[in-house]
């Protein structure tokens, strides 16, 4: 329980140093300068609403422990009834949007990091929104392109990056532009094979041009501080081999798969050129993702990322990493693979297939693993989400030869002392707790514990009785409230598909609506809940049926495409952006200080 009260305080911590952020413009390293200097003095205490409850906490023990006790009927003095001895009843809350920046228009058929994503910031913040939260950034697999199925956890998503500015900068030629695609959902593997070969262009033009020798220096300062990455683009080389193409990395030859020293610099050598562009092309997203974050900051606006507890098998993480993970002694394959059990949703269990973590490994090595990953993570958010949390208490373990996740046991996580050594290496640690789902004691008993913000949906509000923890009434002030998450309908697909009778009697009668604008309820309802963080789904805002549905759990095609529309969609959005900003100011939503709306 102490080192429990010492987390809490932040006792015993170091903030760890993070990247040289390399903004790609004079006005975005101006932004970034003056933000760190107006935010470095209280950066600890302003980064979640569970760190600045920590830090009230401390201070108020200290407080109360230094007061002097007033004597019994002394006189108080006149200003004790002034304005300047009132409470503070400001509590920081604050509203915001999920839209991961693939659905964001852009000429190129998919959204990228440019021009569209500063206007997007631009609309947050017309909206009175001060959070933007995106699903993981990770190259995703090339089947499904799903995000929560990544082929490296560090990397970005290369198909991101904005043409414009690699031409604006020369690293294209005007010649080099694509032709236009439709505005209508990503093709992904059209996208992919339009934006590849001039990724590799601007690469190569990186690499060899005189002209950029000063951006090949802030490379290779970012090469020198991210030693993740020469695995990753090793990996990335290798598994591209023609020989090795399509086949898990535990059957590559020995040599390989056991990482023997002689073999990797032979690779090494072999992939000297495909290494380095691969490192080229990660410096490219990192320098535009972070000129997007800085500018997000300096609007107001927070990111909140998102950080799948698991990683895939054939990924550079578990190649690179294989004794921190459940693999086979002998074949290296996994031995025991990630899920959950058969619940009311599935009657034989969702199984992920992800290698389990070998938590005795990690506690040995004092968990460094995951502070490098979330040092990642604290470079490219503000805060970051935690897909599972539920597994860091307790985690529902399949052998791997399984077909269905019904045969499987539930295993100790890795609990406080994980959150322990994260705090110690790291400082605060502002992370969201992905808690839906089955739930135990202990998930509850652990979150409070490192005073991480727990979530709450209204799509799941309207079964189980009136101690439903998703109803309004039973939401608590450390979580996020969302009217559904990119795993649920929209609100409007929701009440046409899937609601049930009962269930629309009762959410009708409790927010006295007749549904005619369902997803507009849901919006004003969670923008009233006493949840510090509301959260809304930009198909919710468009008020869209569920034909804009993001993903659909258990189906693996079909998923992740959604964009937003046209350039001009913003435009669009008046009267929505309007009322998301009336909404803002009456539930307490804007900054302190902001002035009265008319509305």
């Not at 895939?312 to 002998?330: I, K, P, R, T, Y």
């Not at 609506?513 to 969670?526: E, K, L, P, T």
Request: aromatic share 10%; hydrophobic share 40%; charged share 20%.
């Amino acid at each position: 329980m102490q080192a429990a009260r010492q987390l809490r305080c932040g006792q015993g911590t170091q903030v760890a140093p993070l990247l040289q952020q390399h903004s790609p413009s004079r006005v975005a390293r101006a932004a970034q300068q003056q933000q760190q200097r107006l935010q470095q003095p209280q950066l600890q205490a302003l980064r979640t609403a569970s760190s600045r409850a920590r830090v009230v906490l401390c201070r108020a023990d200290a407080a109360a422990a230094a007061a002097p006790t007033p004597k019994l009927g002394a006189p108080l003095g006149p200003a004790y009834g002034e304005d300047g001895n009132m409470p503070d009843w400001h509590k920081g809350r604050r509203a915001g949007v999920i839209l991961h920046p693939t659905s964001l228009p852009g000429p190129y058929g998919i959204g990228e990091l440019g021009q569209e994503a500063f206007r997007f910031i631009d609309w947050l913040h017309s909206a009175g929104m001060q959070v933007w939260q995106v699903l993981p950034l990770v190259p995703p697999d090339q089947e499904f392109y799903s995000p929560y199925s990544g082929l490296d956890t560090n990397c970005g998503n290369p198909l991101l990056i904005d043409l414009e500015s690699l031409i604006t900068e020369g690293l294209l030629e005007e010649s080099d532009r694509p032709a236009a695609m439709p505005d209508g959902d990503v093709q992904f593997a059209e996208v992919a094979a339009a934006k590849q070969p001039l990724l590799q262009k601007a690469a190569a033009t990186l690499l060899t041009s005189p002209k950029f020798a000063g951006l090949r220096q802030l490379m290779a300062e970012f090469r020198a501080a991210n030693s993740w990455i020469e695995d990753s683009a090793l990996f990335d080389a290798l598994r591209q081999r023609e020989d090795l193409a399509g086949m898990p990395w535990w059957e590559w030859p020995d040599a390989l798969r056991c990482r023997k020293d002689s073999a990797l610099q032979e690779a090494h050598t072999q992939f000297k050129q495909h290494i380095d562009e691969f490192v080229a092309v990660q410096f490219l997203f990192d320098r535009q993702w972070r000129a997007v974050k800085v500018y997000a900051n300096a609007k107001g606006v927070k990111i909140i990322g998102d950080m799948p507890i698991y990683v895939g098998g054939q990924s550079a993480d578990v190649w690179a990493n294989q004794h921190l993970f459940e693999l086979n002694e002998e074949t290296c394959a996994p031995d025991n693979v990630s899920g959950v059990p058969p619940d009311a949703f599935s009657a034989t269990g969702q199984l992920w297939g992800s290698p389990l973590y070998r938590w005795q490994a990690h506690e040995a090595e004092g968990y460094k693993w995951w502070a490098h990953r979330m040092a990642r993570a604290l470079q490219l958010y503000d805060e970051t989400r935690i897909d599972h949390f539920r597994a860091f208490a307790g985690y529902w373990s399949v052998e791997a030869t399984e077909e269905t996740a019904m045969n499987g046991s539930w295993c100790v996580g890795p609990g406080i002392g994980l959150f322990q050594a994260l705090n110690a290496q790291l400082g605060a640690v502002p992370i969201l707790a992905e808690d839906l789902g089955v739930i135990t004691t202990d998930v509850v008993n652990l979150r409070q514990q490192i005073g991480a913000p727990g979530m709450v949906v209204l799509q799941f509000a309207w079964g189980g009785g009136t101690n439903n923890v998703h109803l309004p009434h039973m939401h608590y002030e450390n979580s996020f409230c969302y009217p559904g998450t990119h795993d649920n309908e929209t609100a409007v697909g929701w009440f046409a598909d899937s609601a049930n009778a009962q269930d629309k009697k009762y959410m009708k009668a409790y927010l006295g609506s007749d549904g005619s604008d369902i997803a507009w309820d849901f919006i004003r309802a969670a923008m009233a809940s006493v949840s510090n963080t509301s959260v809304i789904m930009m198909q919710d805002i468009m008020r869209l049926d569920n034909s804009a549905r993001m993903n659909t759990p258990g189906k693996a095609a079909g998923n992740w495409a959604w964009r937003v529309g046209g350039t001009d969609v913003w435009d669009t959005l008046a009267e929505e952006t309007k009322q998301l900003k009336q909404l803002a100011y009456i539930y307490d939503r804007m900054p302190k200080g902001t002035k009265e709306l008319d509305y």
